[in-house]
């Protein structure tokens, strides 16, 4: 069955030459940043950034590794956020999306207008600050920092997306007809198809959860709870608010290089990501290899 | 959909509900008082409060927990620690509006407590002081006691304008000087790293370079009031119009003539703000925000980076002749209303601020374990720990219990000359616009109009980047105008001669 | 009208009907007497005692000429307003808020009510009485709440001050009446439909309901309850009457909005974010299908995580980047112009560049990630097709024109409807960052979320200007994706978001 294509070969050319282009504009700031993390900091603020460190250092990896312990503890609090929101709110995400999906179930649209308006309408931050800290009382837990993005409306709908993308209608009402509950039907013909689905919504919201410094930043008592990305943020924006302050009042100010730091810090935060993403990636990197193979 | 609505209400309810409770103070509980304070805790936090509250507990039944309000969005931290009712004490300051929360009714009106509870504190404060703090004639913070100068000034390389012989910056003609001189003899190096002023005083300049306005005029409020009104430090209640003066025409003129001689960048207006500029050579001066403090850390870095380098500072009140020290609400505690145990509040703060033990155990922590003195009197950290001011209370600063540091003694004689000068003003080192507060409630939105035509239009007139002066200048004119600047200058005005009335400025 | 309703209904006896009728006139008649009972001239809250009451809100001789005695549940919250008693506004508010629903739910069943021969098939005129329900409900809790407001307020000033109309008591009751008569139409309704009701449904999916919990706790603590901020955008906030009890000030805090060149504003917010919509789409489905089609794995995985990571670099570094790329003096690309003789090019004080570059920095920063989506899709598609495709002769680009780029438009129209509710909100840190607070770029670059940013620093205190600006933005939203939703549900009911 071989087929003689000759598009392919112009297609060919077009794919490499628009990735080729993409994924270099898209790699050659990192490789900016990952430079300017091995330079000093004056050299930084003289002569600006380079593609290649012009006087090797680790002087800001220093810096951010100064006391090991407390980086170390805040690596540990963001693995422990990850995991726990992206697993709970995984499993709960993708129940609500199952719900809304089911054309049989009556409210499947009041439902999901009630979770779309959400995006929509909010009351603003104050109110739901004291909603956490007030009425929960949770200042200071690590419940307070997990658990308010624990659902993001945007993946239940994504989510739903994918379920009736991936489970034609036809599928359930037969094993319906074969006397199957809808508990049956979501952990076993579902769940299984729904590979690409979970991996999608599980890496985004597993990003969510590693990138975020604010509610560490509204919700901690100590340093303890402080997530990976709330430690290095708050780390140069202790030198900046210091220098700010002393305009105000006569303050010895700390020393922080703050422009290499800031780099050295991006990678310190974004690496390991980088490195599990490729893990991730099978499940919806798998592409269309037919005509690849066969042609 | 019905039972929904109920238990809706019910929970708003107990939301509305929460932060009323408050009781009379019972002496035989516990109180554990939550003191909240600026920026990160030390490492120490722990230590040096047990063996804070293992006196306080004794004397007082009281304990205190400092929180922290970290450097990442503090102003927004510190308003929420306040309207949740999140602390007993917190730290004030006329830059965290201390006024505006005062007026609001976030804390608790102090006077009778100092009376029944701090009347040492209150002797030690001296009326003067504590008068700088009420707002509408309520005390509403204890001071911190040790007088400081922040006056603005320019910060300049003294090594340069000595190998180039040029003349000292004081006047602005001597500054152009300078910065002109320096770009003829080295026209690689940089100048000026000014930028577009960030919320705080906003509504009163736009660019930067508008702080120059301080060498130029005596005016009461160093850069201008706000709305474009000016008045001198000598007659404060004589309210005059800069916006719609000649005056105005010919400062935007003079920066337009700067901005075109190169003395700073062209993109300025989007400048990342690069604070270390000045420190790595790449500025030859700052004249924005500066103060006797920064002079002195600058001159630090100098002396161990660049020991050729010699850092000199010039207050433009020597220049104009108007100086004066810190306003008192510059570092303040207070109390707030929510609190259960006001009493107890004022007597743990009375103690710490004239007990010398117990302000340096706050201050400086554990003697022995993490500083102690050296033969020359100075105060030398062991264990940085817990630095110095480790818990950033300079609210709780005691002139007569202040360890000194080497570096403080170059402040201090900064803070000598000024005083010096400030004693022959007409209103001998008196902080007179610090102490007041403007209620805009009634013009807020023609306020906020016209403090977005001032960033829309002014800071690009003070940065000298318009192509035509008298057109951008009739410009925004014509459109502050516009934002309804006439109804914030009559409020305003109206409230800053109540002011000046009231403490008999005249 | 479907046929097996309509003989359904043929069969029925005459008396039946007749019965039916009568029924529905009278249901028509409770929803006009609420209607007209909601009208501003029937007194539900009266001021009794004037003199006393004023002097308990210790009102001034000034103010008190202009409250007049006699108020509707539509009318209280002026009286709130000029007697600056925020005690009563949430309350009010609430009121106001039920009361306005009832009112549209009332008017609501009238529509359905002439539209019932036009609706969905099998649904006859079951969803007529489901609003009518809502709406007797909803007036049924605001004459209940108005009771309960007034007793607050007497209790709260220790005196008799307010009295109820005697609207106010008519109003549950006619509800109740209304409520009855539909609840007993509708059980015969769903008879004939072969309709259920909650209970029913509840009982068939009662797993459903609770796969629905924890999406539920959720979405009331952490969004629906704190919805209730909604309300400060009315206020003037203070710390002694605090959030619920400071003053009632109507739309003052949108004042600001009008203010401003509202306009501009909008039109610029909109512009950018249908450019970064559709562009955005179409960048992420194009490179999504040339990475789905690069044979060799590694190769497809390794420029897939390259185009990724600039979702990494966070704003503030870019902002640094950006900057050292388009400065006037030492800027990378001025340098690079200097070097070939051109002239320097003066970004930060022209604005017509910016929406390009503002533009390409968001492309930039985001195809990666949401290309993700798209590959998903991509993966999920059977090889089936394209097997198919290929023995039909069909040719790469047919292929994907025919079978990829048709099986992507749902995924497609599910996050152009998602985006649209956030038409009127913009990227505010890709904006903040890359602009900063230069006021010769705004006529191009000022979008309605740094505008409010501006506004909102110089103003400390003001939790009603952001909350009102907010609401503007969320209004605004909704309206969109209302619209845009009921379009597509007419065309296409899969793809619509509810």
Same mark, same amino acid.
């Given at each position: 069955?071989? $087929?003689?294509?000759?598009?392919?070969?112009?297609?060919?050319? $077009?794919?490499?030459?628009?990735?080729?282009?993409?994924?270099?504009?898209?790699?050659?700031?990192?490789?900016?940043?990952?430079?300017?993390?091995?330079?000093?900091?004056?050299?930084?603020?003289?002569?600006?950034?380079?593609?290649?460190?012009?006087?090797?250092?680790?002087?800001?990896?220093?810096?951010?590794?100064?006391?090991?312990?407390?980086?170390?503890?805040?690596?540990?609090?963001?693995?422990?956020?990850?995991?726990?929101?992206?697993?709970?709110?995984?499993?709960?995400?993708?129940?609500?999306?199952?719900?809304?999906?089911?054309?049989?179930?009556?409210?499947?649209?009041?439902?999901?207008?009630?979770?779309?308006?959400?995006?929509?309408?909010?009351?603003?931050?104050?109110?739901?600050?004291?909603?956490?800290?007030?009425?929960?009382?949770?200042?200071?837990?690590?419940?307070?920092?997990?658990?308010?993005?624990?659902?993001?409306?945007?993946?239940?709908?994504?989510?739903?997306?994918?379920?009736?993308?991936?489970?034609?209608?036809?599928?359930?009402?037969?094993?319906?007809?074969?006397?199957?509950?809808?508990?049956?039907?979501?952990?076993?013909?579902?769940?299984?198809?729904?590979?690409?689905?979970?991996?999608?919504?599980?890496?985004?919201?597993?990003?969510?959860?590693?990138?975020?410094?604010?509610?560490?930043?509204?919700?901690?008592?100590?340093?303890?709870?402080?997530?990976?990305?709330?430690?290095?943020?708050?780390?140069?924006?202790?030198?900046?608010?210091?220098?700010?302050?002393?305009?105000?009042?006569?303050?010895?100010?700390?020393?922080?290089?703050?422009?290499?730091?800031?780099?050295?810090?991006?990678?310190?935060?974004?690496?390991? $990501?980088?490195?599990?993403?490729?893990?991730?990636?099978?499940?919806?990197?798998?592409?269309?290899?037919?005509?690849?193979?066969?042609? | 959909?019905?039972?929904?609505?109920?238990?809706?209400?019910?929970?708003?309810?107990?939301?509305?509900?929460?932060?009323?409770?408050?009781?009379?103070?019972?002496?035989?509980?516990?109180?554990?008082?939550?003191?909240?304070?600026?920026?990160?805790?030390?490492?120490?936090?722990?230590?040096?409060?047990?063996?804070?509250?293992?006196?306080?507990?004794?004397?007082?039944?009281?304990?205190?927990?400092?929180?922290?309000?970290?450097?990442?969005? #503090?102003?927004?931290?510190?308003?929420?620690?306040?309207?949740?009712?999140?602390?007993?004490?917190?730290?004030?300051?006329?830059?965290?509006?201390?006024?505006?929360?005062?007026?609001?009714?976030? #804390?608790?009106?102090?006077?009778?407590?100092?009376?029944?509870?701090?009347?040492?504190?209150?002797?030690?404060?001296?009326?003067?002081?504590?008068?700088?703090?009420? !707002?509408?004639?309520?005390?509403?913070?204890?001071?911190?006691?040790?007088?400081?100068?922040?006056?603005?000034?320019?910060?300049?390389?003294?090594?340069?304008?000595?190998?180039?012989?040029?003349?000292?910056?004081?006047?602005?003609?001597?500054?152009?000087?300078?910065?002109?001189?320096?770009?003829?003899?080295?026209?690689?190096?940089?100048?000026?790293?000014?930028?577009?002023?960030?919320?705080?005083?906003?509504?009163?300049?736009?660019?930067?370079?508008?702080?120059?306005?301080?060498?130029?005029?005596?005016?009461?409020?160093?850069?201008?009031?706000?709305?474009?009104?000016?008045?001198?430090?000598?007659?404060?209640?004589?309210?005059?119009?800069?916006? #719609?003066?000649?005056?105005?025409?010919?400062?935007?003129?003079?920066?337009?003539?700067?901005?075109?001689?190169?003395?700073?960048?062209?993109?300025?207006?989007?400048?990342?703000?690069?604070?270390?500029?000045?420190?790595?050579?790449?500025?030859?001066?700052?004249?924005?925000?500066?103060?006797?403090?920064?002079?002195?850390?600058?001159?630090?870095? #100098?002396?161990?980076?660049?020991?050729?380098?010699?850092?000199?500072?010039?207050?433009?009140?020597?220049?104009?002749?108007?100086?004066?020290?810190?306003?008192?609400?510059?570092?303040?505690?207070?109390?707030?209303?929510?609190?259960?145990?006001?009493?107890?509040?004022?007597?743990?703060?009375?103690?710490?601020?004239?007990?010398?033990?117990?302000?340096?155990? !706050?201050?400086?922590?554990?003697?022995?374990?993490?500083?102690?003195?050296?033969?020359?009197?100075?105060?030398?950290?062991?264990?940085?720990?817990?630095?110095?001011?480790?818990?950033?209370?300079?609210?709780?600063?005691?002139?007569?219990?202040?360890?000194?540091?080497?570096?403080?003694?170059?402040?201090?004689?900064?803070?000598?000359?000024?005083?010096?000068?400030?004693?022959?003003?007409?209103?001998?080192?008196?902080?007179?616009?610090?102490?007041?507060?403007?209620?805009?409630?009634?013009?807020?939105?023609?306020?906020?109009?016209?403090?977005? !035509?001032?960033?829309?239009?002014?800071?690009?007139?003070?940065?000298?980047?318009?192509?035509?002066?008298?057109?951008?200048?009739?410009?925004?004119?014509?459109?502050?105008?516009?934002?309804?600047?006439?109804?914030?200058?009559?409020?305003?005005?109206?409230?800053?001669?109540?002011?000046?009335?009231?403490?008999?400025?005249? | 009208?479907?046929?097996?309703?309509?003989? *359904?209904?043929?069969? /029925?006896?005459?008396?039946?009907?007749?019965?039916?009728?009568?029924?529905?006139?009278?249901?028509?008649?409770?929803?006009?007497?609420?209607?007209?009972?909601?009208?501003?001239?029937?007194?539900?809250?009266?001021?009794?005692?004037?003199?006393?009451?004023?002097?308990?809100?210790?009102?001034?001789?000034?103010?008190?000429?202009?409250?007049?005695?006699?108020?509707?549940?539509?009318?209280?919250?002026?009286?709130?307003?000029?007697?600056?008693?925020?005690?009563?506004?949430?309350?009010?508010?609430?009121?106001?808020?039920?009361?306005?629903?009832?009112?549209?739910?009332?008017?609501?069943?009238?529509?359905?009510?002439?539209?019932?021969?036009?609706?969905?098939?099998?649904?006859?005129?079951?969803?007529?009485?489901?609003?009518? +329900?809502?709406?007797?409900?909803?007036?049924?809790?605001?004459?209940?709440?108005?009771?309960?407001?007034?007793?607050?307020?007497?209790?709260?000033?220790?005196?008799?001050?307010?009295?109820?109309?005697?609207?106010?008591?008519?109003?549950?009751?006619?509800?109740?009446?209304?409520?009855?008569?539909?609840?007993?139409?509708?059980?015969?309704?769903?008879?004939?439909?072969?309709?259920?009701?909650?209970?029913?449904?509840?009982?068939?999916?009662?797993?459903?309901?609770?796969?629905?919990?924890?999406?539920?706790?959720?979405?009331?603590?952490?969004?629906?309850?704190?919805?209730?901020?909604?309300?400060?955008?009315?206020?003037?906030?203070?710390?002694?009457?605090?959030?619920?009890?400071?003053?009632?000030?109507?739309?003052?805090?949108?004042?600001?909005?009008?203010?401003?060149?509202?306009?501009?504003?909008?039109?610029?917010?909109? %512009?950018?974010?249908?450019?970064?919509?559709?562009?955005?789409?179409?960048?992420?489905?194009?490179?999504?299908?040339?990475?789905?089609?690069?044979?060799?794995?590694?190769?497809?995985?390794?420029? /897939?995580?390259?185009?990724?990571?600039?979702?990494?670099?966070?704003?503030?570094?870019?902002?640094? %980047?950006?900057?050292?790329?388009?400065?006037?003096?030492?800027?990378?690309?001025?340098?690079?112009?200097?070097?070939?003789?051109?002239?320097?090019?003066?970004?930060?004080?022209?604005?017509?560049?910016?929406?390009?570059?503002?533009?390409?920095?968001?492309?930039?920063?985001?195809?990666?990630?949401?290309?993700?989506?798209?590959?998903?899709?991509?993966?999920?598609?059977?090889?089936?097709?394209?097997?198919?495709? +290929?023995?039909?002769?069909?040719?790469?680009? +047919?292929?994907?024109?025919?079978?990829?780029?048709?099986?992507?438009?749902?995924?497609?129209?599910?996050?152009?409807?998602?985006?649209?509710?956030?038409?009127?909100?913009?990227?505010?840190?890709?904006?903040? +960052?890359?602009?900063?607070?230069?006021?010769?770029?705004?006529?191009?670059?000022?979008?309605?979320?740094?505008?409010?940013?501006?506004?909102?620093?110089?103003?400390?205190?003001?939790?009603?200007?952001?909350? *009102?600006?907010?609401?503007? /933005?969320?209004?605004?939203?909704?309206?969109?994706?209302?619209?845009?939703?009921?379009?597509?549900?007419?065309?296409?009911?899969?793809?619509?978001?509810?």
């Amino acid at each position: 069955m071989k $087929i003689k294509d000759p598009s392919k070969m112009g297609f060919s050319v $077009i794919k490499g030459v628009f990735l080729t282009i993409l994924s270099l504009l898209c790699v050659l700031p990192f490789v900016v940043i990952v430079s300017g993390s091995f330079t000093s900091n004056q050299e930084i603020i003289r002569n600006g950034f380079s593609l290649f460190p012009r006087d090797f250092t680790v002087e800001a990896y220093k810096t951010i590794f100064k006391t090991p312990e407390d980086i170390l503890q805040a690596y540990k609090m963001n693995v422990y956020y990850t995991g726990i929101g992206t697993v709970l709110g995984l499993i709960v995400i993708t129940l609500t999306a199952y719900v809304i999906s089911r054309k049989e179930f009556k409210y499947r649209n009041t439902v999901s207008f009630l979770i779309y308006f959400t995006t929509i309408f909010g009351g603003g931050m104050i109110p739901w600050y004291l909603m956490y800290a007030n009425v929960l009382n949770l200042r200071g837990t690590t419940l307070a920092i997990w658990f308010p993005a624990l659902i993001t409306p945007f993946l239940v709908i994504l989510m739903r997306t994918f379920i009736t993308g991936s489970v034609p209608d036809a599928v359930v009402e037969s094993a319906k007809i074969d006397g199957a509950g809808h508990w049956r039907i979501f952990w076993q013909i579902v769940l299984p198809v729904l590979g690409p689905g979970l991996a999608t919504v599980g890496l985004f919201q597993a990003l969510g959860y590693w990138n975020d410094w604010y509610r560490s930043s509204m919700f901690s008592t100590s340093s303890k709870t402080w997530s990976l990305q709330f430690y290095l943020y708050d780390l140069v924006n202790s030198t900046q608010a210091m220098r700010q302050m002393a305009q105000y009042a006569n303050v010895n100010t700390a020393d922080l290089p703050t422009q290499s730091v800031k780099l050295a810090m991006s990678v310190v935060a974004t690496g390991p $990501i980088l490195i599990l993403y490729p893990f991730v990636q099978r499940y919806f990197v798998s592409g269309i290899t037919v005509g690849a193979v066969k042609g | 959909m019905k039972k929904l609505l109920s238990i809706v209400l019910a929970l708003i309810l107990c939301l509305s509900l929460l932060p009323l409770a408050s009781a009379a103070d019972d002496m035989s509980e516990e109180a554990n008082l939550v003191f909240y304070v600026m920026g990160d805790a030390p490492k120490d936090e722990v230590a040096v409060e047990e063996a804070i509250n293992a006196i306080l507990k004794e004397k007082f039944n009281a304990t205190i927990d400092f929180q922290f309000s970290t450097w990442t969005d #503090f102003n927004l931290k510190y308003n929420n620690t306040l309207i949740s009712s999140g602390a007993d004490l917190i730290y004030v300051a006329n830059w965290e509006n201390y006024g505006l929360n005062a007026n609001n009714g976030a #804390f608790l009106e102090m006077d009778e407590l100092l009376d029944t509870y701090g009347a040492e504190l209150k002797a030690l404060c001296g009326d003067g002081m504590l008068n700088m703090c009420r !707002v509408n004639g309520d005390l509403y913070c204890i001071p911190a006691l040790w007088p400081e100068y922040v006056s603005l000034g320019i910060k300049y390389r003294e090594d340069l304008r000595a190998k180039y012989d040029l003349p000292y910056p004081t006047t602005l003609e001597n500054i152009e000087a300078y910065l002109k001189g320096i770009k003829d003899a080295d026209p690689a190096q940089g100048l000026l790293r000014p930028t577009n002023t960030e919320s705080a005083s906003s509504l009163i300049i736009g660019f930067d370079t508008a702080y120059l306005l301080a060498d130029k005029y005596p005016w009461v409020a160093p850069f201008g009031m706000p709305y474009g009104l000016a008045a001198n430090y000598e007659t404060p209640s004589d309210v005059y119009d800069y916006w #719609f003066s000649d005056d105005f025409v010919e400062d935007c003129k003079m920066f337009k003539s700067w901005a075109d001689q190169g003395f700073w960048s062209k993109s300025a207006l989007s400048d990342t703000n690069d604070n270390e500029a000045y420190d790595n050579g790449l500025a030859v001066a700052e004249i924005a925000g500066m103060n006797p403090n920064k002079q002195i850390t600058s001159a630090n870095n #100098f002396a161990k980076e660049h020991p050729e380098w010699e850092s000199a500072y010039i207050t433009y009140g020597e220049n104009t002749g108007v100086l004066y020290p810190g306003h008192a609400t510059q570092n303040g505690t207070a109390i707030l209303r929510s609190s259960k145990y006001p009493e107890r509040c004022m007597m743990v703060l009375n103690y710490i601020m004239t007990d010398e033990a117990m302000n340096c155990l !706050v201050q400086y922590g554990i003697k022995g374990k993490h500083y102690e003195l050296d033969e020359n009197g100075f105060y030398v950290n062991l264990d940085d720990s817990f630095p110095y001011e480790g818990f950033n209370t300079w609210n709780l600063r005691v002139n007569d219990y202040k360890l000194k540091q080497p570096t403080d003694v170059a402040l201090q004689a900064m803070f000598d000359k000024y005083a010096e000068l400030g004693a022959k003003t007409k209103w001998p080192n008196v902080n007179i616009w610090d102490g007041f507060t403007e209620d805009y409630t009634d013009y807020a939105s023609e306020r906020a109009a016209v403090g977005n !035509v001032m960033r829309e239009l002014l800071a690009p007139l003070q940065a000298g980047l318009v192509s035509d002066v008298d057109t951008a200048v009739a410009d925004f004119r014509q459109k502050v105008t516009n934002a309804g600047l006439q109804a914030c200058r009559d409020g305003f005005t109206e409230q800053w001669l109540d002011y000046c009335a009231e403490y008999n400025y005249q | 009208m479907s046929s097996p309703i309509s003989t *359904a209904r043929l069969a /029925q006896g005459s008396d039946r009907r007749t019965d039916e009728r009568r029924k529905l006139i009278v249901l028509g008649l409770c929803a006009i007497l609420v209607l007209v009972l909601f009208l501003p001239f029937f007194t539900w809250i009266r001021v009794a005692d004037q003199d006393a009451l004023y002097s308990a809100m210790g009102l001034k001789a000034s103010v008190i000429k202009k409250l007049t005695p006699d108020h509707s549940i539509l009318t209280f919250l002026s009286f709130v307003e000029t007697s600056k008693q925020g005690v009563l506004g949430f309350w009010s508010f609430l009121l106001l808020i039920v009361a306005l629903a009832a009112i549209a739910l009332c008017l609501l069943a009238f529509i359905r009510y002439l539209r019932r021969n036009r609706v969905a098939e099998g649904k006859g005129m079951l969803r007529t009485y489901s609003t009518f +329900q809502k709406g007797m409900v909803f007036s049924f809790a605001t004459a209940v709440g108005t009771i309960g407001l007034i007793i607050f307020a007497n209790h709260h000033y220790g005196l008799a001050g307010f009295a109820p109309g005697i609207s106010l008591f008519l109003v549950p009751v006619i509800s109740l009446v209304g409520y009855a008569i539909s609840k007993r139409l509708e059980k015969t309704e769903r008879v004939l439909c072969r309709e259920h009701g909650f209970i029913e449904e509840f009982r068939r999916n009662w797993i459903l309901f609770l796969f629905l919990v924890p999406c539920f706790v959720f979405f009331l603590i952490n969004n629906y309850l704190p919805m209730t901020g909604i309300y400060f955008a009315f206020t003037q906030f203070n710390f002694r009457d605090h959030l619920f009890a400071s003053p009632y000030v109507g739309f003052k805090n949108f004042e600001f909005l009008v203010r401003s060149e509202i306009l501009h504003l909008t039109q610029n917010t909109i %512009l950018y974010n249908l450019v970064f919509i559709v562009v955005g789409n179409v960048l992420q489905v194009f490179f999504a299908i040339l990475i789905s089609h690069v044979a060799n794995q590694r190769l497809r995985k390794t420029s /897939q995580t390259m185009i990724f990571m600039p979702y990494f670099v966070s704003y503030v570094i870019l902002r640094v %980047l950006v900057f050292n790329m388009f400065e006037y003096e030492v800027g990378l690309i001025n340098n690079f112009l200097t070097s070939i003789d051109r002239a320097k090019v003066d970004f930060y004080n022209t604005p017509s560049y910016w929406p390009w570059i503002i533009t390409l920095f968001y492309l930039w920063k985001n195809v990666g990630y949401g290309m993700v989506v798209y590959l998903a899709t991509i993966t999920g598609i059977s090889t089936e097709y394209y097997e198919a495709a +290929q023995i039909d002769g069909a040719n790469i680009y +047919q292929q994907i024109r025919y079978i990829t780029v048709p099986l992507l438009k749902p995924t497609f129209i599910i996050l152009l409807l998602y985006a649209l509710g956030g038409i009127m909100k913009g990227q505010f840190e890709l904006f903040y +960052q890359l602009v900063g607070n230069n006021g010769t770029l705004f006529s191009t670059t000022d979008i309605f979320d740094t505008y409010v940013y501006r506004i909102t620093t110089t103003q400390p205190l003001s939790m009603g200007l952001g909350t *009102a600006a907010g609401l503007f /933005q969320s209004l605004f939203g909704f309206i969109v994706i209302v619209l845009t939703n009921f379009l597509i549900k007419r065309k296409n009911p899969e793809y619509a978001l509810f």
